[in-house]
């Protein structure tokens, strides 16, 4: 009897003991740290109660800056990389010649890494021999040649367009798999009732279509809480610190100002931004698989 | 779902699908087309125009100087350890939840679905002592517990989702006939589940080709770098060579193309699984 109530422990247990060493206890430690003024090195640690977060918020040059960026890419990711996603699921929904080979191309850039994505892009807008300024050039809008990523205007901007070559097949993907679910009869009731095809959109396809767009604006969130690869490949968080998020803002405080705390507050707040878009998704998603 | 829609709308929609297509399809042609430029070349022929004289020696150097082997041959070493090791251990796990009902199973699930969320920032720092205690820093059983760690959720959410789907009565059968609990995980679950597991192999060992941020931090001699890292540094390194770095970055392409070329169908249907949980 004992050891029946143990099994499924034994079962579990080298996975929980995993991600309880790799994620759990770090992310308490780091909790933890944030109360403290630390380089990392030092034998002590002084403790500063909540004035890292309060320097973040008040002081930090930087850090209102990384969060704006933040929301931004989060509200650039949830219309137009979700936008043309749900455009280009719908279109390969149809019977096209070679939509296969088609959602291959648009998911493509998807399973790249970020920093080959970065470096195509650098590459792409490098100011002298980049394809955007030499296009631009041959069109006669030589004078509107940039240096993209070195103007404090445009980089931000410049790296969310690689983010949407990038990342628009994933939201295709699930858009698509959402859209194989839906039934042909409403459609078919709807033409009868001479509904025109933008009114099917709406009024069925979209509310049809509720449980993918509950997954994809979570995944979508999250990720773009989290981004971080493009940006410090391409750009660094410059220039002039304008296109640092969170993510890029912590590891520079951490491991190039050796700013443990201030590093682990600013993670704290990532974390915390997480479980707000995250738990009421987890929740859905656990009642749900009950039934 | 297929509409029946007006003929010249199908052919504006096609127009518009090719010219999307083709956009997709550009950033990769202008890597190639420097990729495969003299130096000279490229200064002065058009972009637009195919290179002068195909220069493939720009591969075989990208690929000696850029130390491209090594850095794929780490990065393969480290992902062919951690991805089936790691699909073993989630199997366990997803193997109790879904099989060997007991309290809290439920909690336990949400715990684990919430690593996922969890950013990697923030368990860097800690992460980082451990390593140091454990004298695992710049060594690959380190980036690989790391890598395990950050594996676990997806993979039980994944095969969780999977196990769920295979009849009970399957199970039921296997101890009338005999089979132990163990039995039964690797002579009934195991196989059955066998498209899950491909999928998730595939997808794991895509995120652990393609993983940057860790191996940054964990990884800093150069000799063990994964193909991220080691991309970033030789590009750092001929950043005013653009045809050499090109066809490193094509180099550093052409194994996630095979890859996702032949498995095409399973980065599809995995990624719809995951998320009918």
């Not at chain 1, 002081?59 to 931004?72: C, I, K, Q, Y």
């Not at chain 1, 969310?160 to 699930?174: E, H, R, S, T």
């Not at chain 2, 929609?13 to 130096?39: C, G």
């Not at chain 2, 309290?103 to 950013?119: D, H, N, Q, T, Y």
Request: charged share 10%; net charge positive.
């Amino acid at each position: 009897m004992k050891i029946g109530v143990l099994k499924p422990w034994l079962f579990v247990f080298p996975a929980l003991f995993i991600y309880i060493a790799v994620i759990f206890i770090p992310t308490l430690y780091t909790l933890y740290l944030s109360f403290f003024n630390w380089n990392g090195v030092a034998p002590t640690k002084t403790f500063v109660g909540l004035s890292n977060y309060t320097d973040l918020l008040l002081h930090d040059s930087v850090f209102p800056r990384a969060v704006a960026n933040n929301l931004l890419w989060t509200l650039g990711s949830l219309t137009i990389i979700m936008g043309i996603g749900l455009m280009l699921a719908i279109l390969l929904n149809q019977k096209l010649k070679g939509r296969i080979v088609f959602r291959g191309i648009f998911y493509f850039p998807y399973v790249l890494s970020g920093v080959i994505v970065a470096t195509i892009w650098t590459w792409m807008y490098n100011p002298m021999q980049g394809l955007f300024n030499k296009a631009l050039e041959l069109i006669g809008l030589g004078s509107w040649a940039q240096a993209w990523l070195a103007e404090p205007k445009f980089a931000l901007y410049a790296v969310f367009v690689a983010a949407i070559w990038n990342g628009v097949g994933q939201p295709m993907v699930l858009f698509l798999a959402g859209l194989q679910t839906i039934p042909q009869d409403p459609y078919e009731a709807a033409t009868i009732d001479g509904a025109k095809p933008r009114q099917m959109f709406w009024f069925i396809t979209v509310p049809l279509l509720r449980e993918t767009f509950v997954i994809v604006v979570a995944i979508t969130m999250v990720s773009s809480m989290k981004v971080y690869d493009l940006i410090y490949a391409m750009t660094g968080g410059g220039p002039a610190e304008s296109t640092h998020v969170l993510a890029s803002w912590m590891y520079i405080q951490t491991f190039k100002f050796a700013n443990i705390g201030t590093g682990s507050a600013i993670s704290m707040f990532l974390v915390l931004i997480t479980l707000v878009i995250i738990i009421p998704y987890v929740y859905y998603t656990t009642k749900k698989s009950h039934l | 779902m297929e509409q029946r829609v007006h003929p010249i709308s199908k052919a504006l929609k096609y127009v518009l699908i090719v010219v999307l297509a083709a956009i997709f399809l550009l950033p990769v042609l202008f890597i190639a087309f420097t990729a495969l430029k003299s130096s000279s070349d490229l200064l002065t022929r058009p972009f637009y125009m195919f290179p002068e004289k195909l220069q493939w020696h720009n591969f075989v150097q990208a690929w000696e100087q850029g130390r491209m082997s090594m850095y794929m041959k780490n990065t393969a070493l480290i992902a062919l350890v951690k991805v089936p090791l790691g699909i073993l251990i989630e199997a366990l796990a997803a193997f109790a939840l879904t099989r060997l009902a007991f309290k809290g199973s439920e909690w336990l699930f949400a715990l684990f679905l919430i690593g996922m969320m969890v950013p990697m920032q923030a368990t860097l720092v800690p992460l980082n002592m451990i390593l140091n205690k454990l004298g695992l820093v710049d060594t690959y059983p380190g980036i690989i517990l790391i890598y395990l760690g950050f594996g676990i959720p997806f993979g039980i959410l994944i095969l969780r989702g999977f196990f769920r789907t295979i009849p009970k009565e399957i199970d039921e059968a296997a101890l009338i006939d005999g089979c132990g609990v163990m039995g039964k995980f690797f002579k009934i679950i195991i196989p059955l589940s066998m498209p899950a597991i491909a999928t998730l192999f595939i997808f794991d060992f895509m995120a652990t080709w393609n993983e940057f941020l860790l191996a940054q931090i964990f990884i800093t001699k150069d000799s063990m770098r994964t193909i991220t890292t080691g991309l970033l540094a030789f590009r750092g390194q001929y950043s005013a060579n653009y045809p050499l770095m090109n066809a490193g970055v094509l180099i550093s392409v052409v194994p996630v193309l095979i890859v996702y070329v032949a498995f095409q169908k399973y980065f599809v249907s995995g990624l719809a699984g995951s998320v009918k949980g």
